[in-house]
């Protein structure tokens, strides 16, 4: 029998459907899981007709490949990893891959480059986006890790991931968990894109009025324009579909969000590398929030609802509604190519901004035209320092000003809580500031810390200290943290 061109460990839905790409675009896979009775299913199911062999131990599975051997691993990020990499590395002989394409934090994914490098194996940690579909058709793929092993699945990933232009929708990231750093920022800005729809959504419920019906249809028409996304595809088809009695379905379903931590994961990251990713962490927080639904139900009987206003025309603010949602958009895909910047300058990496951007642009979630514009922006100047100082995106944001805040004003009128799109305009107001109240706050550690200052009239890096009290002293806290 041939041996197979890959394995691939772990037969649930994502792993299936990656196989069967796989074996779509003529690449003989092999396929082990740990429920062996899966692999039947699998084998005598959806695979039936393809060329696939099921594999019932790893030493079956590593006994089919050809070498060097390539071993991707579609299990439970984690200790599940660590597991099924302890029992394979042993099977493989020295320039073998093993490939974890599951969401795992990027640290575990540099830490298994190393080690593995150590025992002459290769690894790669790649983030695959685009759900059953995305794998099934043509993820987003983003893989980091050994560069000495990109060259061996190149050919593999390149062909069976999303297709924008005639690229593509994958390219080698960077070393060690550069890949799983890329796809969690991803995730994050996902985060931000769901929550920037909703407000969008409970403004047009609760401060206009419209049926689903309506709102179904203005969705469907930004669609057609700059907001083109896949997210704003899917909420135009969410809100047509009725329930079986005739009710919007979605009005049916318990406003509590979920949520398995890639986008807690990228607020973390942010705060860690002090990078302002206000929009994400809100869209984090509001998840948070949103799962506190027996206390908020409480909260409502208590504090009652906000005051009644007169009804608006939906026609008056759904331009405003539009601009706020495009501007937020802006600012949250900035957030997270500055937090990309950061974190390649602190581990070392070097990250092209411009591909990373085309690799979203199909498969995957966040997929979008406005991606092109971000690749145009990063093509023309690779060290831009941040999107909202490219040219497009500055016009962009200037012309959506006044809608933008139109908006926002709305929410606050109506008592409908809009955090991301909130937290996007004091962002963009704070960053365009050349002056911002942190002279008062740095007066202020300094009374009650000693912990210095700067001054607008000295050379930067030189510190001062007062004694505000004229009880203090002289001496700063420079030797020590409070």
Not at 357 to 379: E, P, T
Request: aromatic content about 8%.
């Amino acid at each position: 029998m041939a041996k197979a061109d890959i394995g691939l460990i772990g037969l649930a839905v994502m792993g299936q459907n990656l196989v069967l790409n796989m074996a779509d675009h003529g690449y003989r896979v092999a396929v082990f899981n740990r429920t062996t009775s899966r692999v039947d299913e699998f084998i005598e199911g959806p695979a039936r007709g393809h060329p696939i062999i099921g594999c019932y131990s790893m030493e079956e599975l590593v006994e089919s490949l050809e070498r060097p051997r390539k071993v991707m691993l579609m299990v439970k990020a984690g200790t599940v990893v660590d597991q099924f990499i302890d029992s394979l590395a042993p099977l493989l002989d020295p320039g073998d891959v093993i490939i974890d394409g599951g969401n795992s934090h990027y640290p575990d994914s540099t830490r298994r480059t190393r080690e593995l490098r150590e025992r002459g194996l290769r690894f790669i940690g790649t983030g695959i986006s685009g759900g059953e579909e995305g794998a099934r058709h043509g993820p987003s793929i983003m893989p980091g890790g050994d560069p000495e092993a990109w060259p061996l699945v190149q050919e593999i990933f390149q062909s069976i991931a999303a297709q924008v232009d005639g690229e593509p929708c994958c390219r080698w990231v960077g070393p060690d968990g550069a890949g799983h750093f890329v796809k969690m920022v991803h995730n994050g800005i996902e985060y931000g894109d769901m929550q920037l729809i909703t407000e969008a959504y409970a403004l047009m419920d609760r401060a206009l009025g419209m049926d689903h019906e309506a709102m179904a249809a203005v969705f469907a028409k930004w669609n057609k324009g700059v907001l083109d996304s896949y997210l704003i595809e899917i909420t135009a088809e969410i809100l047509a579909i009725k329930d079986t009695d005739g009710a919007p379905l979605v009005t049916r379903i318990l406003d509590t969000a979920g949520q398995k931590g890639t986008g807690k994961w990228t607020a973390i990251s942010a705060l860690e590398l002090g990078v302002p990713l206000t929009l994400i962490g809100e869209a984090v927080f509001a998840r948070v929030l949103s799962s506190l639904k027996d206390e908020r139900v409480r909260a409502a009987g208590i504090l009652g609802a906000p005051p009644q206003r007169d009804s608006v025309t939906p026609g008056e603010y759904l331009p405003a509604l539009h601009d706020a949602l495009y501007a937020s958009k802006i600012i949250s895909y900035a957030q997270g190519f500055m937090l990309m910047r950061e974190a390649a300058r602190v581990e070392g990496w070097t990250l092209d901004y411009g591909d990373i951007a085309l690799m979203w642009r199909g498969g995957c979630i966040i997929r979008s035209a406005f991606l092109n514009d971000i690749k145009v922006a990063y093509d023309q100047d690779p060290q831009l320092q941040n999107l909202v100082l490219d040219g497009f995106f500055t016009r962009a944001l200037q012309q959506a000003e006044s809608g933008w805040r139109r908006a926002v004003i709305l929410g606050v009128e109506h008592g409908v809580a809009t955090p991301a799109f909130a937290s996007a305009l004091s962002y963009f107001d704070g960053y365009r500031s050349a002056r911002l109240p942190a002279n008062l706050l740095q007066a202020q550690r300094d009374y009650f810390g000693a912990h210095s200052y700067e001054r607008v009239d000295r050379e930067r890096g030189t510190f001062f200290h007062t004694d505000w009290t004229g009880r203090g002293g002289d001496v700063a806290s420079s030797t020590y943290e409070a």
